[in-house]
């Protein structure tokens, strides 16, 4: 079933929730009973350290925050701050709503759990990978592999994959200054291996490339 469909479904189309791009959805220590399925959008989850702000993850169509709540009952702390980085549609459940579903919508109910564990399981192997892009010693080089990450977390589409890229957000992460970013950002685009998009995405057509490009190529076609 896809998700489309399933926001339709009238036992869960009540529990359907809308926000708009730059919107905290909830913030880290905050108290939560529910878990909440991305039908569309994105959100960046981040944790406050030592006074630093670190992005953790990325969360797009498909996955889920706060699995937990469909274990349990009881409220838990959030483990992170949740913001929208673009319009996007969530479906908020609490464990009374899942426990509904599994006797009126089986299916749905098997579905939303199969891919609460994929999305745990996948979102940990995204923090890991992240975690190894930071750790990464040029400036350049971790630019061009956040953008690969980034691309990678990206929608597929006839053009390739379409992604968000914050250049404020970037340069936070990989410790770079937005000037920097502004112009790297500028130099995949005229080398024509990013294409902005109208509604201030991304695409490209091949996230792999970043794996092998050369980080002075950043550098070469700016002088050029």
């Known amino acids: 079933m896809k998700f489309d469909k399933l926001a339709q479904n009238p036992n869960i189309k009540k529990l359907i929730r809308e926000c708009d791009k730059g919107d905290i959805l909830f913030s880290e220590g905050s108290s939560a009973n529910t878990v909440l399925l991305i039908l569309s959008g994105s959100l960046q989850l981040t944790r406050k350290k030592n006074g630093q702000v670190s992005l953790l993850t990325l969360v797009g169509p498909g996955e889920f925050i706060g699995e937990k709540a469909l274990l349990q009952e009881q409220s838990f702390p959030r483990a992170a701050t949740a913001t929208a980085l673009a319009p996007t549609t969530l479906l908020e459940l609490g464990s009374v709503h899942f426990s509904q579903l599994e006797s009126e919508a089986p299916s749905i109910y098997n579905l939303l759990l199969k891919k609460a ?9 995204r923090s890991e990978s992240l975690n190894q892009i930071l750790k990464s010693y040029d400036a350049q080089k971790r630019f061009l592999l956040f953008v690969h990450f980034l691309a990678t977390q990206g929608e597929n589409t006839s053009q ?4 968000f890229l914050d250049e404020e957000t970037t340069a936070s992460q990989i410790n770079c200054s937005r000037e920097e970013i502004q112009e ?3 130099v995949l685009v005229n080398l024509k291996l990013i294409c902005t998009r109208n509604d201030g995405r991304f695409s490209t057509p091949d996230e792999n490339v970043f794996l092998t490009m050369e980080p002075s190529t950043l550098a070469v076609s700016k002088a050029a």
């Not at 564990?117 to 192997?125: G, Q």
């Open 160 to 163: 390739g994959k379409v992604f």
């Open 184 to 186: 790297w950002v500028q």
């Open 117 to 125: 564990f994929k999305s745990l399981i996948s979102r940990n192997e």
